[in-house]
């Protein structure tokens, strides 16, 4: 009798397992994330390329391959938004630059609410909107660890032409969920390169002429975002950042330039809406 109630009760258990793989959603294999935003300056690799406002949209496709990790791959333009303001020579404002990225991401799960994101790339930065502008080719690796509490990371860009330089982001993250559907989200960073990235960016050096910057930490960023849920697919999100040059070597050489780019400190912002389906 035991015997048999135990087989009933095997044969329910079965059923009802079968019907939760059934009703259960197959696993989604492809996604595919859009934004577009307006921001007051074009801060990035430790250098304010730009202090008039632009406008950036960015469309990205994930494929995931369950077990072997994922792939993505993203398109990323810029287009400035003023005529003045620039030291650049412009041939038009509309998308002046063009990035792709294709990246490979592998997850290993450490812990309960720990987990390891190992990511590696390539990418291709294109400036058709510049008079005699080149593409820019780097390889990038990444880790990113995901804690229930803090998430450290780190990113390294290796490019290697037109000219060979090296440049890393080391920071750490954290965000807060305020209430239903809004988070904020706080970022410090700093940025790295080696004295060819210094040179590249800053021109010759300025504190002892005709000898090489030492590299390292070039500056240190602030970055307080909130990002608003609108709907199942469709978000908003504001953010302002602070930029701040710490190396001597580059706020020296910084400093001697005479371009409105030419700054050495700057907080800056943006706003923009974002897609995932």
């Not at 960015?58 to 990323?76: I, M, Q």
């Not at 002046?96 to 994101?117: F, N, P, S």
Request: charged residues 20%.
């Amino acid at each position: 009798m035991i015997a048999a109630c135990a087989a009933v009760a095997d044969d329910v258990i079965a059923e009802e397992s079968a019907e939760q793989e059934l009703l259960a959603p197959s696993r989604k294999w492809l996604s595919f994330s859009a934004y577009a935003d307006v921001e007051s300056a074009y801060v990035c690799r430790g250098n304010v390329w730009d202090t008039r406002p632009y406008s950036a949209q960015c469309v990205a496709g994930e494929v995931d391959l369950d077990v072997f990790g994922k792939v993505e791959a993203t398109v990323w333009t810029q287009s400035a938004m003023s005529e003045k303001g620039t030291s650049a020579n412009m041939s038009r404002y509309c998308y002046a630059e063009v990035d792709y990225l294709l990246r490979y991401y592998y997850d290993i799960d450490i812990a309960e609410g720990w987990r390891l994101r190992n990511g590696v790339g390539h990418q291709w930065v294109t400036t058709p909107g510049y008079v005699g502008g080149r593409t820019l080719c780097d390889w990038q690796a990444l880790q990113v660890l995901n804690t229930p509490w803090i998430t450290p990371y780190w990113r390294l860009r290796r490019i290697h032409k037109p000219k060979d330089e090296a440049y890393w982001a080391v920071g750490v993250k954290r965000s807060f969920e305020l209430c239903d559907g809004l988070t904020f989200t706080a970022d410090f960073f700093g940025d790295i390169g080696n004295s060819r990235h210094y040179r590249n960016l800053y021109g010759p050096k300025t504190t002892k002429l005709g000898a090489n910057y030492h590299g390292g930490l070039q500056a240190l960023n602030l970055v307080l975002r909130l990002d608003y849920r609108l709907a199942e697919h469709i978000g908003l999100f504001a953010f302002v950042g602070q930029f701040c040059l710490v190396s001597d070597e580059a706020r020296s050489a910084v400093k001697s330039m005479k371009i409105p780019e030419a700054r050495r400190d700057l907080t800056y912002g943006g706003v923009g809406l974002a897609l995932d389906f």
